[in-house]
C-alpha cells in the first residue's frame, strides 16, 4: 500500500505515467523500397528522402545518386499501400511555361502535402515556389507562394522563395528574397505574417539589423530559425504568438553553456513545438557540443558529448533533431554505429537523459542487416516515427517504427527499469479497481491499462509480463 501511495500522489500531481500502446515493443511497418514501381508506369524509384508522416500517410521524395536535391515527391496511403505521386519532372510548373526540375522534402498536414519546387538549375533558376496537393485525388497542384503569381497579401511575387519549408496546422513558413538586400522568413494561414526580416533589429543587439536566415522550423504557427547579423555571427530565435508581434532569443554567441563552460559559438540545427519548446544543437569551445533546450523558457543540456548511449557506447556525434509531444528525437552516433535515439526533455534517470534506441545499425529488418538509418524533419506523430533506411547489401526503404514511448512502460516509479516494485503497484490495480474511484482508478489505467479497453484484467497482465526486465539499455 505505501508504494501505491506514491502512485496516487503522482497522480494527483499530474506526473506523466505512461499509457502502453505497443505492449512495450517498437514495431517495424515496412512503407517502400528503392526499385519499387513509381505509379504512372514511370520507371522504378531511384533513392528516397527522409520522410514525413500524419496518421496513415507518409510523404517522401525520390531522387537520383548524387544530386543533393529530388526529382519527385510521392505520398504513400499505408492501410492499402496506394502510392501516389503528387509531382515529377514530367509535371508542369503552373503558368511557367516549363517542368519541374527539383523538389523538396515534402510535408504532410490535415491530408495535404506541400513541398518546395523549382524549375532550372540550383544556381540560376528560373521559378521557384511552395506548392500543395490533396487527397483523395493528389492531383492538382495550387500555389501557396511563388515567383509567379501574385502573393494572396497584394504586391509582387517574391524573387526567389527560400527551398527550406514547413507545413503545420494550416499554416506554411518559408524564406523569400527580393534581392541580395532583402530577405525574410513569412507564415502564411489566411493572410501573410512576416515574422522577420532584414529590417529587424536583432534581440539583445541595439542597433544591429538581421542580415540573412536559415535552418527554420515551425509548429502550430510558432516559428524557429538561425539569424545572422551583417558580420555573418549567427544566434537562435524564435517567434511565439503568445510572446508578442517580434522574435525573441533563444541563444547566440553570448549565451553560456548550460552544464558547460564559456559561450555558445555555433549552431548546427534546431526544431520547435506547438508550445514554444526549442531544441537545438549547440557548440563551444575545446570541442563542446551538445543537444540542448530551452523548455518553459528555461535553457538546459539535454545531452552532449560526454554522455553515454543506452548500450553503454561514448556518445560521439549527433544530427537531425526534432522535439514533439515532451520529446526529443536525434540521430546519434557511438562506436556501434548510428541510431535513432528518442527522450524526455524532462526526465532523466540517475543522472543521465531518459534516452532510448529505436532503430539503428546492425538491426535486422525484413531479414536484412541496417547500415543506418535517419529521420525526417517532421518525422515523429505521436508514438510513431517515419524513417529512412539503407542496408549493408545497399537496399534503401522507408519505414514506419510504432510503439515509440517515454518514459519506459509500466516503469511506475520512473526508476528507469520494470521490476518487482512496479509489479507490487500492478497488483494492487488488479485487486482493488473495482472498489476504487476517482484519482486512483486514472491513475491504475494510466499506467496499466495496456490493451486500453478500460479496465485492468489478465490481458494486461500478460501486457504487464512482456514489459518486465526492461531497463533503458535493452528497451
Known sequence: MRRFLALWVAAMVLLEVFVASALGHVVIEHIISVGDAIPGGAGILRGISAPSIEGNLVAFCDGEPGLSFQTGAYVVERSTGLVHLIADRSSPFPEAGALFDLFGTPFLDEGKVYFWGMVGEVMSPIAQGVFLVEAPEWAS?????????????????????????????????????????????????????????????????????????????????????????????????????????????????????????????????????????????????????????????????????????????????????????????????????????????????????????????????????????????????????????????SSQGIYVAEGITVPLPGDVDEDCDVDHDDYVDFYFCLERLALERGAIVEACLQAFDFDADGDIDLADFAGFQRVVGLTLSNY
Open 141 to 393: 497542384l495550387s500555389p501557396v507562394v511563388d515567383t509567379i503569381h501574385t502573393p494572396s497579401g497584394g504586391g509582387s511575387p517574391p524573387a526567389a522563395v527560400g527551398s527550406m519549408h514547413f507545413h503545420d496546422n494550416g499554416i506554411s513558413v518559408y524564406k523569400i528574397s527580393n534581392g541580395v538586400d532583402y530577405a525574410a522568413i513569412q507564415r502564411l494561414a489566411e493572410s501573410v505574417v512576416t515574422i522577420v526580416d532584414t529590417t529587424c533589429e536583432i534581440p539583445n543587439k541595439p542597433g544591429s539589423l538581421f542580415g540573412n536566415f536559415s535552418i527554420w522550423s515551425m509548429a502550430g504557427g510558432n516559428v524557429g530559425f538561425l539569424g545572422y547579423d551583417e558580420a555573418a555571427a549567427t544566434g537562435l530565435y524564435k517567434y511565439v504568438d503568445s510572446l508578442g508581434p517580434t522574435p525573441v532569443l533563444v541563444a547566440d554567441s553570448q549565451t553560456p553553456i548550460p552544464d558547460g563552460e564559456g559561450l555558445f559559438v555555433g549552431f548546427a540545427d534546431m526544431a520547435i513545438d506547438e508550445e514554444g519548446n526549442v531544441a537545438f544543437i549547440g557548440v563551444g569551445d575545446n570541442d563542446q557540443a551538445g543537444v540542448y533546450a530551452q523548455t518553459e523558457g528555461v535553457l538546459s543540456v539535454f545531452l552532449d558529448a560526454s554522455d553515454f548511449l543506452p548500450n553503454g557506447d561514448h556518445l560521439s556525434a549527433f544530427w537531425d533533431v526534432s522535439i514533439a509531444d515532451g520529446k526529443i528525437v536525434i540521430l546519434g552516433a557511438g562506436s556501434s554505429g548510428l541510431g535513432i535515439y528518442v527522450g524526455s526533455w524532462d526526465g532523466e534517470c540517475n543522472g543521465a537523459p531518459t534516452l532510448h534506441r529505436i532503430v539503428g545499425t546492425g538491426d535486422i529488418i525484413g531479414g536484412k542487416s541496417l547500415a543506418y538509418a535517419f529521420p525526417g524533419p517532421k518525422a515523429l506523430c505521436g508514438d510513431q516515427l517515419a524513417f529512412a533506411a539503407i542496408f549493408n547489401d
